[in-house]
């Protein structure tokens, strides 16, 4: 054995690491040097051939080719992960979160913004805003509000009845029970929610569609005061004053009841699509509550009186933005959604 062979060995793996191009080839050089059965270890192994004056350098410089080898492996194994990482990186479609943002910012349904801008403008008129639930009572839904079982108005409002006795609410009114029994007698309170009804869907109705109630209780209250909230609500609504006319109509919750129609805020009377050329829309059912259902919420109709009413949102959307089928609010259709942002 003599110190040539080393620098052999030496020139050879040198050769051979220069020409690695991936990690397999790697390992078998790894294994071919520094295996049991590898070039150190044979070396290494005829050390007692080795006369004595030379044994010492001789270990050197296998310790030193030893070293040289591993560490010569290590390096290139970090660089060739580091290659295949960047390899990987170049193949494959990167985001970059530094190049500046110009995706699409999304939408609210206009449902929801209408909503927000008529809870806001009832808030600062003094209405405190309440909710309700979703699945309800038939005592909640109907008989609280002067509909006992057998009366024909259930029939306007096809309900989806739970297998529990329940039912999915058909009105917003069906909260008018606890909240007059909550705040009454004195209070103004207005109450968004979701409603459910088994309609034949078309163009003008869904089975699911949102309304806002409101109830005011107190002494001495009149039609009169109706009208002015009513008013005052739309001029801030489509910031102009609005003309509305009352007719008579029926519910089982008010004596006497009307239809409120709003002189159509886009002709102006004349007559156009929006309002089907009447030149009126029909807008908010409304009426004075009706004594039982004061009594049944605890507050005595002869001290006390209040009037009620309900919008629907669905509605207000169709008249301000001339949306033509109510679907697409439920829709959660992108394209129809995003046009409304500089709409309303
Ligand atoms: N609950 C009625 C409906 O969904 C709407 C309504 C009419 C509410 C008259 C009222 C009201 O508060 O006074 O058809």
């Not at 044994?55 to 410089?61: I, L, M, T, V």
């Not at 109907?142 to 259930?154: G, I, L, M, Q, T």
């Amino acid at each position: 054995m003599e110190l040539n062979e080393i620098y052999e060995v030496e020139k050879k793996f040198d050769a051979e690491i220069e020409a690695v191009a991936a990690l397999a080839e790697l390992e078998t050089i790894r294994v071919k040097y520094l295996g049991k059965k590898g070039y150190i270890t044979d070396i290494m192994s005829k050390f007692r051939e080795v006369p004595a004056d030379q044994k010492k350098e001789f270990g050197q410089k296998v310790n030193a080719l030893k070293n040289k080898i591993e560490n010569k492996i290590e390096e290139t194994k970090l660089a060739l992960e580091q290659k295949a990482i960047e390899a990987e990186i170049n193949s494959t479609e990167m985001f970059d979160y530094s190049l500046p943002v110009d995706t699409e910012t999304g939408s609210l349904n206009p449902r929801t913004i209408i909503q927000k801008q008529v809870v806001d403008i009832f808030k600062n008129m003094g209405f405190v805003v309440e909710d309700g639930n979703e699945v309800e009572t038939d005592y909640n839904n109907f008989e609280s509000v002067n509909v006992p079982k057998s009366h024909p108005a259930r029939d306007t409002q096809d309900t989806f009845w739970l297998s529990n006795g329940q039912l999915l609410k058909t009105q917003t009114s069906a909260a008018q029970n606890r909240i007059l029994r909550t705040y009454g007698p004195v209070c103004k309170v207005i109450f968004p929610g979701r409603v459910f009804r088994n309609e034949q869907l078309d163009a003008r109705h869904e089975n699911t569609f949102f309304q806002l109630e409101g109830v005011v209780v107190g002494k001495n209250i009149t039609v009169a005061n109706l009208i002015y909230f009513e008013k005052a609500m739309l001029k801030a609504l489509f910031k102009k004053d609005i003309e509305v006319r009352l007719r008579p109509g029926f519910f089982p919750f008010t004596e006497p009841s009307y239809e409120m129609d709003a002189k159509c805020p886009f002709c102006g009377g004349r007559g156009c699509q929006t309002c089907g050329g009447s030149g009126w829309i029909e807008l908010c059912p409304c009426g004075m509550i009706h004594p039982n259902v004061l009594k049944m919420a605890g507050i005595d109709p002869d001290e006390y009186n209040g009037f009620a009413f309900g919008l629907g949102f669905d509605r207000l959307v169709m008249i301000r933005t001339n949306l033509d089928d109510i679907r697409h609010l439920n829709s959660n259709n992108l394209k129809v959604m995003s046009q409304f942002k500089t709409k309303m």
